[in-house]
């Protein structure tokens, strides 16, 4: 099997399913390929390239409309086209999710705990912080106490402020003194890590076929590299963003997280240069094509050089 020929089976299996979520498959392609190169394009250029993932102009019109809504993006109009950048609250969940699925797995644990405390925090607002916290990996030891073991602090900090929380709950660190296997057991209760595990497993069955055909025939066209890396993103994204990102320490032995994350660092380095230069083609805006990639597009999974 070529690189062509399994990429294109990709694709058709992804144009295949009944359901095809325009808005995720837009959020991957803003993500990983327009913010890092200004965060602005034109809707004309994004239409047309969502048409090869069998997504037609009135699905991604709407889902667009969608995205601004819900305050992801901002709209520009000049003459007669429209122009979508990010917002400021677009950007800075964008850079969280990019630390997520570009980083790599955390190795290394000093056996500390974080802990945040909601008992400050009354009704609507507790369910946002509850959310927040999910979202950034922490599980619910119980309704109003939520733990992670190595937090981007950073990013806690960066959300308690889009809450208006930062002076409300009460953030503590501890260890584990003893009963590990107790720990353990809270570890499996408060984080579903077999259903992320399988999902993982699927994803390096998915797209194991790509990268042993680049070994194969490492000659992929710009167009057929800017689908693959938008389907790999995608498909990686829904699951890490599911993962807790927990150290190794506490994962089973054959955690296929592990797999995947090396699966997706090698096809992307393989084919994120032609993306590119596809981008460069066929993505415009208000200025002409997108500008360069940034310098920390540079330091995606590692070092991409």
């Known amino acids: 099997m070529t690189i062509e020929s399994a990429s294109q089976s990709l694709v058709a299996e992804f144009r295949s399913r009944r359901t095809l979520r325009t808005g995720s498959l837009i959020t991957t392609i803003f993500g990983d390929s327009i913010a890092p190169r200004g965060g602005t394009v034109w809707l004309g250029s994004l239409i047309a390239v969502m048409q090869d993932f069998g997504i037609g102009e009135r699905l991604v019109r709407t889902s667009v409309f969608r995205l601004v809504q819900d305050g992801w993006l901002g709209a520009k109009q000049i003459g007669r086209r429209s122009y979508y950048s990010l917002t400021d609250e677009g950007r800075e969940r964008f850079e969280h999710a990019t630390h997520k699925i570009y980083g790599e797995p955390v190795s290394n644990w000093d056996d500390t705990w974080t802990t945040v405390l909601l008992t400050n925090v009354e ?15 922490f599980g619910a030891l119980s309704t109003t106490v939520f733990a992670h073991p190595s937090p981007d602090m950073a990013d806690v ?32 209760d408060s984080w579903n890590l077999a ?22 025939d490492a000659n992929v066209s710009p167009k057929t590299a800017f689908l693959v890396r938008t389907l790999l993103i995608q498909e990686y994204r829904k699951v890490l963003l599911r993962d807790p990102q927990l150290p190794a320490a506490l994962l089973p032995a054959d955690w296929h997280g592990n797999a995947a994350y090396q699966l997706c660092r090698n096809l992307y380095l393989a084919i994120y240069a032609q993306a590119d230069a596809y981008l460069s083609e066929t993505m415009e805006t208000a200025d002409g094509p997108l500008p360069p990639p940034s310098g920390s597009f540079m330091q995606r999974f590692g070092g991409l050089q």
């Not at 929380?165 to 584990?176: A, N």
């Open 123 to 137: 009704g609507a607002t507790k369910d946002s912080v509850r959310k927040e916290l999910g979202w950034l990996g």
């Open 195 to 216: 259903d992320i595990d399988e999902r993982y497993a699927s994803f390096v069955k998915r797209f194991r076929p790509l990268i042993a055909a680049y070994g194969k």
């Open 157 to 188: 900090d960066s959300a308690l402020r889009r809450l208006g929380l930062e002076d409300d709950l009460v953030i503590m660190s501890g260890r584990t003194i003893r009963n590990e296997s107790a720990m353990r057991r809270l570890v499996q």
